[in-house]
Nanobody
Framework: QVRLVESGGGLVQAGGSLRLSCAVS????????MGWYRQAPGKQRELVAI???????NYADSVKGRFTISRDNAKNTVYLQMNSLKPEDTAIYYC??????????WGQGTQVTVSS
């Protein structure tokens, strides 16, 4: 059973920082892209950042310069360092793993709340 377990969400004041982690377990297949997405109330889920197996990254314009995605391939874990947080960053953050066989899995989500 493939599992993606996220951690690190919480409540923080504007300007603060949080670090999210997502560990993938139970898969015998390698992971291509790993990404973070978010969904705010009443809005569609959107891409925040994505990282390829070789380390190439891509970010939403709204988080460039503030968020950093990284991964530890040995641990099948992806991280999202979020700095200079804004109230508009408030959302449920989901990680996603794209496997080499063409399937994808999502984590259960972790709440990030930024107070003004």
């Amino acid at each position: 059973q493939v599992r993606l377990v996220e951690s690190g969400g919480g409540l923080v004041q504007a300007g603060g920082s949080l670090r999210l982690s997502c560990a993938v377990s139970g898969s015998i297949f390698s992971i291509n892209n790993m990404g973070w997405y978010r969904q705010a109330p009443g809005k569609q889920r959107e891409l925040v950042a994505i990282i390829g197996s070789g380390g190439m990254t891509n970010y939403a314009d709204s988080v460039k310069g503030r968020f950093t995605i990284s991964r530890d391939n040995a641990k099948n874990t992806v991280y999202l360092q979020m700095n200079s947080l804004k109230p508009e960053d408030t959302a449920i953050y989901y990680c996603r793993a794209d496997f080499s066989i063409g399937t994808s899995r999502w984590g259960q989500g972790t709440q990030v709340t930024v107070s003004s």
